[in-house]
């Protein structure tokens, strides 16, 4: 079983739709993260939430917005996305001060 | 973030091989963590290096953290086909702790029948 939750676990949306991707954790950690991974690739990060607070935004464009209601909750809001922004969206958690960083199990995002 | 060079990209093996593959950086790291990912998983963390010259065991897995801290290998030995899946080291994204990390581009290993 997986400490870090994420929902949904596919996606399908229009350019124009507005969708929300969320993920929970349960481990008291207090760092939190964005991946993006495309088929075949490594996972990149995007945003970083140390605290609660956003400490690295890896230049990702606006259409991409995270949000960190609470040290248990992460949002990523999407907005007027493009297909090449079709990819499996990855959460992980750290304790705040390690590198070991533990993964939920993905959104597999389809942009049509 | 930083590179990491990881080879082989693919390997083929049958079941009962062992496997080795390896990670470098251009730059010194702290810590070097190896990760497996399954097909629409996230990685599952394997095992956790923090020392130069560290050998640490999970099972069948066993990794090292190279003395010059510029490289890292694993090994896995007497292959199963629950292996199969892409192997990916990681370090710290830039300082370390909270700051994420960078990924190598992975080890596909697949299990000949």
């Known amino acids: 079983d997986t400490e870090v939750t994420q929902t949904p676990k596919h996606l399908v949306m229009g350019m124009t739709n507005k969708k929300s991707l969320k993920c929970e954790q349960h481990?008291?950690?207090?760092?939190m993260y964005w991946y993006k991974q495309k088929a075949k690739k490594p996972p990149e990060l995007m945003f970083v939430?140390?605290?609660?607070?956003l400490s690295i935004n890896e230049s990702v464009p606006s259409r991409f917005s995270p949000e960190c209601p609470n040290s248990s909750l992460l949002n990523l809001h999407l907005h007027a996305l493009q297909p090449e922004d079709s990819a499996l969206y990855l959460c992980a958690t750290t304790w705040g001060g390690g590198t070991e960083a533990f993964f939920g199990q993905g959104t597999r995002l389809t942009v049509v | 973030g930083q590179q990491l060079n990881q080879s082989p990209q693919s390997m083929f093996i049958q079941e009962g091989e062992d496997v080795s593959m390896n990670c470098t950086s251009s730059s010194i790291f702290n810590t070097w963590l190896w990760y497996k990912q399954d097909p629409g998983e996230g990685p599952v963390l394997l095992i956790a290096l923090y020392k130069a010259g560290e050998l640490t065991s999970n099972g069948r897995l066993t990794a090292q953290f190279g003395i010059t801290r510029k490289d890292s290998f694993l090994n896995i030995s007497a292959s199963i086909p629950s292996d199969v899946g892409i192997y990916f080291c990681?370090?710290?994204?830039?300082?370390?702790?909270?700051?994420?990390?960078?990924f190598g581009k992975g080890t596909h290993l697949i299990i000949q029948p």
């Open positions: 939430y140390s605290y609660e607070k």
């Open positions: 990681a370090g710290p994204y830039s300082g370390g702790g909270a700051d994420g990390l960078t």
């Open positions: 481990m008291g950690h207090r760092a």
